[in-house]
Each structure stands twice: as C-alpha cells, then as structure tokens.
C-alpha cells in the first residue's frame, strides 16, 4: 500500500479530492512510514522511491550517499544531486533565505554552515540557537557561542556531542541550572542520535511527549538500558521513549516513582502493564484518542472510575460490561459522551436500550448496542432509508447481503 501511494502520479488521480503529491507529503509528515520501510527505499528496484530516499541525505552513509549519486536512473542521480548541496557550505550560503523566514531556521539547524554565514550570525546576534544545533558548526564557533549571554543557546551548546572535555567542564559549571543539569546528564563520549532521543524528552512532560515513534538514527538499545537503571529521571523518562526496551527495563520503569517515566511508557512501549496504560489515560488527557487504540488499555474492572471528574473517564468506565450492575444513573450524566457511553453497554435491559432509540440524545448509543437483536437492528436500517445492496453478482436490489 506504501509502494503503491508513494509512486502514484497526479495524472492517476484526477478525479480524487487530493493530488498524489499532496498524499505523499501527508504520508511523510504523519508517522505511519516505519523507518524500516525508509530504509528500504534506498536499494528499491523502483526509481520513484528510490529519489525520494534522497530526501534522508543528512542521515545516511557516505557509501549509501554515493550509490544515489551513481544511480543508474537520471532522475534518482539528479534528484541526489540536489540534495547533495545540504552538505555544501557554499550552496548552503546561496540558499539561505533573508531573517525571519522559516525556512532559513531550518538550514541553519541542519545544513552545512559556511564561515561566512557562521560570522555574520555571531556579528548580527542572530539565528545563534540554531548555529549551537547544528552538527556542522565549526568548533570555533561552537566555543563562542558557549559563552553567549543566552542560556538556551548555552544549553544547545551543552547538549551536542562533539564537545572536547574541557568545554564540557566549563558548561558543567554554567550560572544557569538547565545549563548545568544538560552539561552533566551525559558524559563523554556521546553520538549524535543519543542527542536526538535526549531531545524528544529533555524538559517536557509525558503530555507534550507522548509517542515518539522511531528514530531512522537510533542510539542503542544498551544505551536505552543504561537509562533506565540511571538514578536521573531525565534518563529514565527517555528509556521509556524505546519501545524495543527489554522487559526486565519495562518492570522497572512501570515501578518508577516518577510519573512522567510510568506515562511515557504507557504513550510508547507494547509491554507496558495495563495498570500504567489506565494511569496514563486518567493522567494525559491530550493522548487519550492513541491510548483509546491501544489493546493494553483496560476496558474492564472500571467501577471505581465511574464517578470520576473527567467525563472522559466516566465514558470509558460507563462502557465497562462488567460492571455489577448496569450504568443507569449515566444515562442522565451531563455530558453526552458518557451518556452515549452508557446507552451502549449491554448490561442495560433489553427493554430500555430499545427505549433509548426513541430519545435523541441517546439513540446512538443505544442504536451500537451489541444487545440488540438483529430483527431489530434491520428495522433501524430501514428506518433509516438506507438503499438495498444486491445480492452477489447481480444488479437487482435486496437486503440479502446488508
């Protein structure tokens, strides 16, 4: 499905609402392309994929760089050769848009830096928390900005993995706590990727977190390890960012008494235990709609939460069918969530949910009953003056195979 939506053509799709680039570009950006996948479009027998693997140029090998370049296909090696110019300081220079655009923000964290473009950053005081992020920095420059009045472009400076030891003592003895406690959390050596997964979770909640995915570049899973046995809960609440974290790592992060590490592991690991699972959703409102697809989320034993605060709560216990007893006063709960919630369950008699059909506010739920029986579940489809399906193979309308 991947090869076959990656490698359509406008021309394909002229009828459809959305033009086969535009799906492209919403497939990139939505998280649903498994790094796997990525990295098989390098060696793809499809050209298609195989130019927009050049798109990942800042993370791959020089060898895996020039067997793009050498493409046999014209339009994978030009497409390479585009893309080569990231790592070119010149062209990067010719590139760079004026301030305040968008795009300059992002060629000065990633791409190649010139010593001219470097210096007029440093003279304008300018675009200086971008230069202490980028890997191509110059190591000069990299030591003046450690000195800068601002702690967030110290802090940058702190974080990247190319720091000699001496640097990384001074950093380790900034004004600034932030400064400081990123300087000290990772000694040397380090790698690029170890910085990247840090930066996911340095500084944030579970609720700005929430599930990273994978990395194309990840450190480890030794490295993740180490983590979670670390006494910094910094630490801790990246090693429960690894989802291939082993189990005795999982156990011990799902007893962490830093709630931050239990949600994280909640938001991203397959192992969590569903006790953390239901924390997480009681305790991260803005992750409820992932954890509500995730099948370690308990859906039973839920009485307890039936009187909860948060009507999202409520809805996910009013829908508990093992309950002791019906979910009848949520019928009339003020929210409609919960009340929909309720109407569904099928612990409710017979009688009512068919009740319930004829009150508005209710109908849907009761109409998702699983109660119901199908004489009945027929009825509503015809109330709702649905067109008949033909049976298989013919063109003459019936209800046989609704």
């Excluded at 005081?125 to 450690?146: E, K, M, Q």
């Excluded at 239990?262 to 569903?274: E, I, S």
């Excluded at 009187?307 to 002791?324: G, I, K, N, P, Q």
């Excluded at 049976?391 to 309308?397: C, F, I, S, T």
Aim: charged residues 25%; proline residues 10%; glycine residues 4%.
């Amino acid at each position: 499905m991947l090869e076959t939506l990656l490698t359509a053509h406008n021309d394909d799709w002229s009828e459809q609402r959305l033009t086969a680039d535009e799906i492209k570009e919403e497939l990139a950006s939505s998280g649903q392309i498994p790094q796997s996948f990525r990295r098989g479009m390098l060696q793809h027998p499809n050209p298609d994929l195989r130019a927009q693997a050049t798109s990942l140029w800042l993370w791959l090998t020089p060898e895996q760089r020039e067997t793009l370049l050498a493409d046999p296909d014209p339009a994978v090696s030009e497409t390479a050769r585009e893309q080569s110019r990231i790592l070119d300081p010149a062209a990067m220079e010719a590139d760079l848009p004026e301030p305040d655009c968008h795009h300059r923000a992002l060629l000065l964290v990633n791409y190649a830096v010139s010593r001219a473009v470097a210096e007029r950053c440093l003279m304008q005081g300018r675009d200086l928390w971008a230069l202490a992020s980028n890997h191509h920095t110059p190591a000069d420059v990299v030591a003046r900005l450690a000195h800068d009045p601002d702690p967030e472009v110290r802090e940058r400076v702190a974080a990247r993995a190319d720091l000699d030891s001496a640097l990384l003592a001074v950093l380790s003895e900034d004004p600034d706590e932030t400064v400081r406690t990123r300087a000290r959390l990772q000694p040397l050596p380090r790698t690029w990727p170890q910085r990247a997964a840090l930066d996911r979770a340095f500084g944030h909640t579970a609720e700005c977190v929430g599930p990273v995915g994978e990395m194309f570049l990840a450190p480890g899973t030794s490295w993740y390890e180490a983590c979670a046995a670390s006494q910094e809960p910094r630490l801790r609440r990246v090693a429960a960012t690894c989802a291939w974290l082993p189990g005795e790592s999982v156990r011990r992060l799902a007893a962490d008494p830093d709630p931050d590490v239990r949600h994280l592991l909640a938001l991203n690991h397959p192992l969590a235990p569903p006790a953390i699972v239901l924390d997480a959703f009681t305790a991260v409102p803005r992750h409820r709609p992932y954890l509500l697809t995730l099948p370690r989320l308990p859906r039973t034993g839920l009485g307890h939460l039936l009187d909860h605060a948060d009507a999202e709560v409520r809805a996910l216990a009013a829908a508990d069918r093992t309950l002791a007893e019906p979910p009848l006063r949520l019928l009339s709960d003020p929210d409609p969530g919960v009340r929909r919630a309720a109407a569904a369950n099928p612990l409710l008699p017979l009688g009512l949910i068919s009740s319930l059909l004829d009150r508005p506010e209710l109908a849907e739920g009761a109409a998702a009953n699983p109660s119901l029986p199908v004489a009945r579940l027929h009825e509503l489809l015809d109330r709702g003056g649905l067109p008949a399906a033909a049976p298989h193979g013919k063109a003459a309308p019936g209800r046989a195979r609704r």
